[in-house]
Antibody, heavy 114, light 110 residues
Framework: EVQLVESGGGLVQPGGSLRLSCAAS????????MHWVRQAPGQGLVWVSR??????????IYADSVKGRFTISRDNAKNTLYLQMSSLRAEDTAVYYC?????WGQGTLVTVSS | QSALTQPASVSGSPGQSITISCTGT?????????VSWCQQHPGKAPKLIIY???KRPSGVSNRFSGSKSGNTASLTISGLQADDEADYYC??????????FGGGTQVAVL
């Protein structure tokens, strides 16, 4: 069964850092383009970042709102996707999902507040 | 990158068919066959129902179908059921390499 499980969310102060993980099972994560998407409370889905498959060069790209602050990466040995978030702002508060053409994870909540 | 345009809401009676449109530009929807749709019930994580314009993941009902014409993609739900009441989002790859979501469509089953 294909599964994506996010973890690492929590409460962090403005300016702080957090690393989200997305553990994949049932498929090889490096064979797919993987995305991070977020959803602020009561709002719609917003694309955050993407890493392409190994075959396509593992290229990364970011939404303007997080460029220079967030870093997407992948550990093929652990079949896990990451999102390193730094210089966090209140407006980064959201549920963060990893997703690809095989499905979506259940999300992890990030709250940025003092 | 501007969000893709979806109707705010669509409604239908049980058993009917409804179609949700997703309008982009020649730089996203019109350029690539990389349009996906997801379904989100209140308080739940999104669920992928269509990818690559018209492909259905394993386990997704064939009542859901996708298509594209020019800069507009469409999701059709046939044989509408009470459990189809949810929010639906389209997503497209863009020429800048990013992805962009639609604003979401709330489907009501009357």
């Amino acid at each position: 069964e294909v599964q994506l499980v996010e973890s690492g969310g929590g409460l962090v102060q403005p300016g702080g850092s957090l690393r989200l993980s997305c553990a994949a099972s049932g498929f090889t994560l490096s064979s797919y383009w993987m995305h991070w998407v977020r959803q602020a409370p009561g709002q719609g889905l917003v694309w955050v970042s993407r890493i392409s498959s190994d075959r396509d060069g593992s290229n990364t790209i970011y939404a303007d709102s997080v460029k220079g602050r967030f870093t997407i990466s992948r550990d093929n040995a652990k079949n896990t996707l990451y999102l390193q978030m730094s210089s966090l702002r209140a407006e980064d508060t959201a549920v963060y999902y990893c997703e690809s053409d095989v499905g979506w994870g259940q999300g992890t909540l990030v709250t940025v507040s003092s | 990158q501007s969000a893709l345009t979806q109707p705010a809401s669509v409604s239908g009676s049980p058993g009917q068919s409804i179609t949700i449109s997703c309008t982009g530009t020649s730089s996203d929807v019109g350029r690539y066959n990389y349009v996906s749709w997801c379904q989100q019930h209140p308080g739940k994580a999104p669920k992928l129902i269509i990818y690559d314009v018209s492909k259905r993941p394993s386990g997704v009902s064939n009542r859901f179908s996708g298509s594209k014409s020019g800069n507009t993609a469409s999701l059709t739900i046939s044989g509408l059921q009470a459990d189809d009441e949810a929010d639906y989002y389209c997503i497209s790859h863009t020429s800048s390499g990013t992805s962009v979501f639609g604003g979401g469509t709330q489907v009501a089953v009357l």
